[in-house]
């Protein structure tokens, strides 16, 4: 059976849930939510087939390397979800007219491995790389109480190595255009991946970025609004780390490139919040 899958890469906390089920809609198919762990999906609310678990475990032992053994085991679950749609948050996988490939969406958003891995290991499959103003997706670490994930610097390297890997991308997307102007955005997201969108597709992927809020993978949350996003409504960073990442040579001069703010009080408590966590000087892990 013939699967068209395409990937969608960004850093933990960048957007990459709300694109990833959001473009799915578009085509009405399925999302491979972090196959490759270190989550077990084979239990609510995903239920995948036994077989992610299985993948999960061969990826651990072969130290995070995409070898033939994991190829195939991912091969084989992509064509299993592509075919029964086993997927709670985004329903049955639609099977287009005229022969086409049933598609599928796979996110990853915690890409440490180098890119010519995954293109070597699926040289047919799509790709997109999206990037999020690194203060605020180090504030919705912070937000989300998520220390674990921030690495030593304020988790600046690891944010400068993927940002290096987006710099070189055909389709480099940011997730401010997904608020700013989402029509536009998963015209984008489809052409990276080579799908032949139509206006049709595109306005099924904006109607549920508009009507659906996701905090952390396929977990949806009441209340939320998209286009402003809880994590940029209060700055909870330590005022250090404001100042490590706009000081950094690189991280200003990409900033500066796409017209992100490098202005310190932007990312500082607002007049009248709480600053007590801002005050926190916060050591290097």
């Not at 077989?51 to 033939?68: K, S, T």
């Not at 921030?150 to 993927?162: C, E, L, P, T, V």
């Not at 490139?257 to 490098?262: F, N, Y």
Request: aromatic share 12%; net charge negative.
């Amino acid at each position: 059976m013939a699967v068209s899958v395409s990937w969608i890469f960004s850093l933990a906390r960048s957007g990459s849930s709300i694109v990833a089920y959001a473009a799915a809609a578009g085509f009405g198919c399925p999302v491979a939510d972090e196959v490759l762990g270190p989550w077990d999906r084979t239990v609510e609310p995903y239920n995948y087939p036994p077989e992610q678990w299985q993948l999960v475990g061969a990826y651990v032992r072969a130290n995070y390397v995409l070898d033939q053994h994991c190829i195939l085991l991912a091969q084989g679950l992509f064509e299993k979800m592509a075919a029964s749609g086993d997927v709670a948050a985004n329903g049955p996988s639609a099977v287009s007219g005229g022969g086409e490939p049933r598609r599928l969406v796979s996110k990853y958003p915690h890409l440490i491995e180098p890119p010519d891995m995954f293109e070597k290991a699926f040289p047919t499959h799509g790709a997109a790389y999206m990037l999020r103003n690194p203060l605020h997706r180090l504030n919705s670490l912070y937000a989300r109480s998520w220390f674990d994930a921030i690495s030593s610097n304020h988790d600046m390297d690891r944010y400068k190595a993927f940002a290096r890997q987006w710099l070189v991308q055909p389709y480099g997307l940011l997730y401010d255009d997904m608020k700013r102007d989402p029509v536009t955005f998963f015209g984008r997201v489809y052409k990276a991946w080579r799908w032949p969108a139509d206006e049709a597709n595109v306005a099924r992927a904006v109607q549920y970025v508009q009507s659906t809020y996701h905090g952390n993978s396929g977990d949806m949350e009441q209340g939320g609004n998209p286009s402003a996003p809880r994590s940029e409504q209060r700055m909870l960073m330590p005022l250090e780390a404001v100042t490590t990442y706009l000081t950094d040579p690189f991280i200003l001069a990409l900033m500066e490139r796409v017209g992100w703010s490098v202005n310190v009080e932007d990312y500082l408590p607002r007049s009248g919040e709480p600053s007590d966590v801002n005050e926190l000087t916060v050591s290097s892990k």
